[in-house]
Nanobody, 124 residues
Framework: QVQLVESGGGLVQAGGSLRLSCAASGRTFGIYTMGWFRQAPGKEREFVAYINWSGGNTNYADSVKGRFTVSRVNIQNTVYLQMNSLKPEDTAVYYC?????????????????WGQGTQVTVSS
């Protein structure tokens, strides 16, 4: 089993920044892709970003491209999501997820493990 714990959420004004962290523990060997997803009230969970094991392959949702940056430090088993120029529509619970598959994907159903989520609220 793999445990994922997110942190770094909070309340920020529009235009501000936050950095989310996701710490992985347990049987982390073999995890290939780490992803970030979010879910706003009344909406379905949506893809935000992913990063593969080496960090050489990243992908972002169009809505966050150019504002968010995903990175990872494997020796620390930690993934980060730097969020800049935040907008009220970025308000959501943000989830970290881990996938053992060899093909990086933005499809939430392909991820094997999930964190409990961290709330991000952006005020206008």
């Amino acid at each position: 089993q793999v445990q994922l714990v997110e942190s770094g959420g909070g309340l920020v004004q529009a235009g501000g920044s936050l950095r989310l962290s996701c710490a992985a523990s347990g049987r982390t060997f073999g995890i290939y892709t780490m992803g970030w997803f979010r879910q706003a009230p009344g909406k379905e969970r949506e893809f935000v970003a992913y990063i593969n094991w080496s960090g050489g392959n990243t992908n972002y949702a169009d809505s966050v491209k150019g504002r968010f940056t995903v990175s990872r430090v494997n020796i620390q088993n930690t993934v980060y999501l730097q969020m800049n120029s935040l907008k009220p529509e970025d308000t959501a619970v943000y989830y970290c997820a881990a996938d053992r598959g060899r093909i990086a994907t933005s499809k939430s159903q392909m991820y094997d493990y999930w964190g409990q989520g961290t709330q991000v609220t952006v005020s206008s």
